[in-house]
C-alpha cells in the first residue's frame, strides 16, 4: 500500500485507552534522538491525553508488547516531531493582523498604532485570543506564553480566562506598567486582575493548563523599584520586554527620546523618573541588579527576558553570570519580530548562539501577528516560522533549533521539558508532522522538515497538550 501523500485532514486523537502505531518517515526530538524511517506507539490516557510508549525503528517499536493490538498508521511521508512551545506572544492583538512597520515613525509610532487598536471589552479581548489560538493550533503551538494585554483602563486577565478555555497550555502573564505618575497603580491592578481569574485559571503550579504570570511591561515603562516589588511576589512566573529597541536603549541611558515623549503626552512623567535614568546604563545594565537579587526562585517562578536584542559584551557577560549565581532567568528570542522592527540595523546580529553557549537558555517566540506577514500566517502563528528562519539565515543545528521552540520554551514557561522529548515514556505535549517525502537513511528529519517549505501541522485535529507533571 502507498502511504499518503499528505497527513490527512480531521485525523482524530485515539480514543482512551487506545493504542496507535505511527510508521513515519522519520522521527526525532531535541535531545538528539532520531530514527529514519521511524516508529512510535502512543496511547491515549485520557481525552487529547497521548503517552509515548515506545519510539524508535520499526522493529524496536514491534517489540514492545502493546504494538500488536495497536492501530496502525502510516504516514510514510511526513516526520513527526514534538509539539511546539511559543514562548512569546500576543494573541489578544490578533484582531489586528499583519502590519508594516514604519520606520519613519519608529517604535513608539508603532506602540501608538498598538494603543489605537487595543481592545478594552473583555469579549473582544476573547475573540482575539482565540482567533490567535486557532492560528497556534495550525502551526503546531502546544503551549505558549502569552501576554494578556494592559488597556487604558488597567491591567486584565481576560486572555487568560480565554485562553484556560482554549484547551492551549502555558502562562498567560498579566501585564502593567508602573513609572512616573503611574508607579503605584499598575502592580497592584495586575494583582488584583490575578485574584479575580484565579477562580477560573488554574494559578496551582502542579495543574496542567494554564497558569497566570506576571509582565511588567519593559523598563522604559516600569520602575526599578516596581521591578523589585514585581519579583518579591512569590509563586508567578514574570516576563518583560527588555533591550528591545533604539528608542529604550536612548531612554535608559539619557533619560530622553521619544519613550520620554510618550510618557509626557499620556501624563505620566515626573521627574523623580530621572533617579534611575539618564545614568548612560544599557537597558540590561538598568536592570541587572534587580535580577541578581531574584535568587530561590523556583522552576514555576522563572523570568524570561524577551528580545535582549541590544546585548553587548558587558551585558552579555552580566546575563550569564546572574544565571549561574542560580537565577532562574530565561531570554526568548522572537527572530522575526527583531528582523521587523530592523533591530540588528542598530544592535548588529542578536547574540542567541553566545547567550546559549554562556549557559543562557534561549526559547522562541513570535511576537504578534502584527510583525508577521499574511504569507508567515498562512502557516499560523508558530514558532516553525522562527525556526526556519534561524536554519536559513544561521545554520543554526537543527536539534538546538528544536530545543528552543519545545525544551526550552517548556523549561522558561516552568512546564516539564520530558513532555516535549520522545526517549522516555510518559504523557507527550502533543505531536506535529511536517510532509517531506521519503528520508535517506542518513537524513536528519528536523532539517528536512525546516527545508521542505511545508508548515508544521498537528497529527490529529484535537491533539491536546499533556503537561501535567510526571
Ligand atoms: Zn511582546
Known sequence: MNPPATVPEGLNSPVPGESVCLRVAGLADASGFSAVPGSMLIRADGPGRLAVLAAGSQTEVAGHPESAKARVLDLGRSVVLPALVNAHTHLDLTHVGPRPFDVGAGFVGWVD???????????????????????????????????????SSGPQAAGAMELAQSGMRGVSFVEFF????????????????????????????????????????APSTVSLRVYESALAVRGLALSTHLAETPEEHEFIATGR?????????????????????????????????????????????????????????EDLETLASVRRSGVNLFVVYCPRA???????????????????????????????????????????????????????????????????????????????????????????????????????????????????????RFLFNNNESCLAET
Not at 200 to 208: C, G, H, K, L, Y
Request: hydrophobic letters at 40%; charged letters at 25%; a negative charge.
Open 113 to 151: 498604532m498598538v494603543r489605537r487598536e487595543r481592545l478594552a471589552d473583555a469579549d473582544a479581548i476573547g475573540r482575539s485570543v482565540r482567533a490567535g489560538v486557532a492560528l497556534g493550533r495550525e502551526g503546531g503551538v502546544a503551549a505558549v506564553g502569552d501576554i494578556a494585554g494592559c488597556p
Open 178 to 217: 508602573g513609572i512616573g505618575r503611574g508607579r503605584e497603580r499598575g502592580l497592584p491592578g495586575a494583582i488584583r486582575a490575578i485574584e479575580a481569574a484565579s477562580g477560573r485559571v488554574s494559578a496551582e503550579a502542579e495543574e496542567p493548563g494554564v497558569r497566570l504570570g506576571l509582565q511588567p511591561h
Open 257 to 313: 527620546g521619544p519613550q520620554r515623549d510618550l510618557l509626557e503626552r499620556i501624563g505620566a512623567w515626573d521627574d523623580v523618573i530621572l533617579e534611575e535614568v539618564g545614568k548612560g546604563l544599557t537597558p540590561v545594565m538598568h536592570v541587572a541588579g534587580v535580577l541578581a537579587g531574584a535568587k530561590g526562585r523556583d522552576r514555576r517562578e522563572s523570568i524570561m527576558l524577551v528580545h535582549v536584542n541590544d546585548c553587548g559584551d
Open 338 to 456: 527583531s528582523a521587523y522592527f530592523r533591530a540588528a540595523d542598530t544592535f548588529g546580529p542578536h547574540r542567541y548562539k553566545e547567550m546559549l553557549a554562556r549557559g543562557i537558555p534561549v526559547a522562541l517566540g513570535t511576537d504578534s501577528v502584527i510583525n508577521l506577514s499574511m504569507e508567515d500566517l498562512a502557516q499560523g502563528l508558530s514558532t516553525w516560522g522562527e525556526m526556519r528562519l534561524l536554519y536559513h539565515r544561521d545554520g543554526v543545528d537543527p536539534a538546538v533549533l528544536l530545543a528552543m521552540s519545545t525544551t526550552m520554551g517548556a523549561s522558561a514557561l516552568g512546564f516539564s521539558p520530558e513532555a516535549f522529548l520522545f526517549t522516555r515514556t510518559g504523557p507527550i505535549a502533543g505531536l506535529i508532522a511536517v510532509e517531506t517525502g521519503e528520508l535517506r537513511p542518513d537524513d536528519d528529519p528536523i532539517r528536512v522538515g525546516l527545508t521542505s517549505g511545508k508548515p508544521a
